[in-house]
């Protein structure tokens, strides 16, 4: 076989480039190898089955190899298992006037009357060492004519072979694919259909400059059919800017975190004439591209300068950030199908992309906090005056003339190894604040979720009175996503101290310039199983017995409280 593929026979009378330049040997397809390897071998060893299944994309080839195999089974001069394209077999074939091949397009003739005269013509003979039917979109054939079918397909004649083609091999029945040799065509890779549309161009005379294959390659999305009509129509129009939109405004206006700009540059492109659908459903296709270039750019099929724009874009989007707008694009595309507006879909999705605030979803909570964790790290040290931390606060019930517990300066006492349960009370019977706030950090803050470990890393706990907990976060953007996490940490003080609690948030900015280092981690806080030994009398001795597995299980259900 020839190291590389052929340039496509230029087909006389046609002007179309993708019917022109169509394979007639298999010599000069491309990217379906696997299938043209089985097919040569078949014909070059005489081991050619009595029915074949082509399955795979539009545009792929199909049809196309169903007559080169007509062709190379009934060629004067084969060579190698491949036809010469030049006898008279060869020729008729291609001109489609040969009495060797039958087609039949079972999308427009799907009786059972059509596949009856095929059924009954495969028993005569033909000029041509094989009968050759070909059987386009077999999948759309009434399940009368694929019975009809399938009986010739069991004891078929020894001189005819069937090739069926289809774009769902699953809607055939499956007692046709068992008799079937099945072979799957593939999409083309980018760099194929580029190096193909090259080849068309040089043997065409029609000199397509690089932008314009890239746009042909990008428009035919792995179809060969489809990227060389493309390069046709481009290169009758000389409009390859126009072809596609271009997002650039919108991925800038996300990057940057501006609804203005983002809105602007989407009234823009409907302004031009775009459908929102389509817009939605490019701009998918476009940022799909920036996704696959950050995790996997062999899969990607962006090529040359329209690939180096696409990796700069994942640059300044980020992997997070771009998955998400996949996401919410894809959500608003299946929104899109049944909105009146579908314009106002697509601009609501935008809005949420640049504001997180808006958005409920685990996904853009967590890049609002990445977002702060960010403006905290770049926030100035606590060396500059104007944004010295605020004195802490007295506690609630605390008078102005009595001395607080500890200075501001001093470290807080340490927390005491296994710290008391104390009953529910009314406030008189809190423990002291530092205590608390030791606790809390130490051992209520890690049996949380993640999303509320990444807002409470940096908050205080102001004062405790009674059941009410005052707890200050570093922003009111925090404190609006502290309803999201009152829950799981209302059971995590629970299970710590053994009372129930009431939160209350405030908002203290001084926490936002130098955020407390973590609590050095300690062994966790196992469960704290009671046994009461019974003396007989009210006042039972209480033991406390440290048990690993209650520790596992607040590890996995942070919060939880053990009821039975």
Sequence with gaps: MPDGPATPTSLEGVTSLYRRFRPGRFVEMRGQEHVVRALRGAVANGRVSHAYLFSGPRG????????????????????????????????????????DVI?????????????????AGAWHGSPGSWKVY????????????????LKTLEEP?????????????????PTIRSRTQHLEFRLFPAETLASLLRDVSDAAELSADEATVEAAVRLGRGSARDALSA??????????????????????????????????????????????????????????????????????????????????????????????????????????KSAPDKVVILEVALVRLVRPELDATYEALEERLGRLERELRAAPGPSDPSLAPAPPRRP????????????????????????????????????????????FAERVVPRTSRAAQLILRSARVDSLEGPVLTVAVASEEMRQNTEMISQGLRGALEHEFKRPFTLRWSVDPSLAVAPPAPAPRRAPAPIREEEVHDTGDDDAEVVVVDSAAEHLITEMFPGAEEIS
Excluded: Y
């Design 231 to 336: 390069l046709d129509q481009l290169l009758a129009t000389g409009a390859v800017a126009e072809a596609r939109p271009t997002f650039d405004g919108l991925l800038e206006g996300v990057a940057q975190s501006d609804a203005v700009a983002t809105l602007s540059a989407l009234a823009s492109l409907v302004g031009e004439g775009w459908d929102p659908e389509q817009l939605a459903e490019g701009l998918a296709g476009e940022v799909r591209q920036v996704f696959l270039l950050q995790v996997a750019p062999r899969v990607a099929d962006a090529v040359d300068a329209d690939r180096a724009r696409l990796v700069d874009w994942g640059e300044r989007l980020g992997l997070a950030r771009t998955v998400r707008v996949l996401e919410t694009v894809g959500r608003a595309i299946r929104e899109m």
């Design 396 to 439: 609630i019930g605390q008078s102005a003339g009595t001395a607080p517990e500890a200075s501001p300066s001093s470290p807080p006492p340490p927390a005491p190894a296994v710290a008391p349960a104390p009953p529910p009370s009314d406030g008189e019977g809190d423990p002291p604040l530092d205590d608390v706030r030791a606790r």
């Design 157 to 173: 004649p020894a001189h005819v072979v069937f090739v069926l083609a289809t774009t769902d091999p699953h809607k055939v029945l």
């Design 103 to 119: 087609e039949l397009d079972a999308a427009s003739n799907n009786g059972v009357d059509d596949v009856r005269d095929i059924v």
């Design 60 to 99: 792929t080839g199909k049809t196309t190899t169903a007559r080169i195999l007509a062709k190379a089974l009934n060629c004067e001069s084969p060579a190698d298992g491949d036809a010469c394209n030049v006898c008279t077999s060869c020729v008729a074939i291609t001109r489609g006037s040969s009495l």
């Design 134 to 149: 070909i059987v386009d979109e077999v999948h759309q054939l009434s399940k009368a004519a694929s019975a009809a079918l």
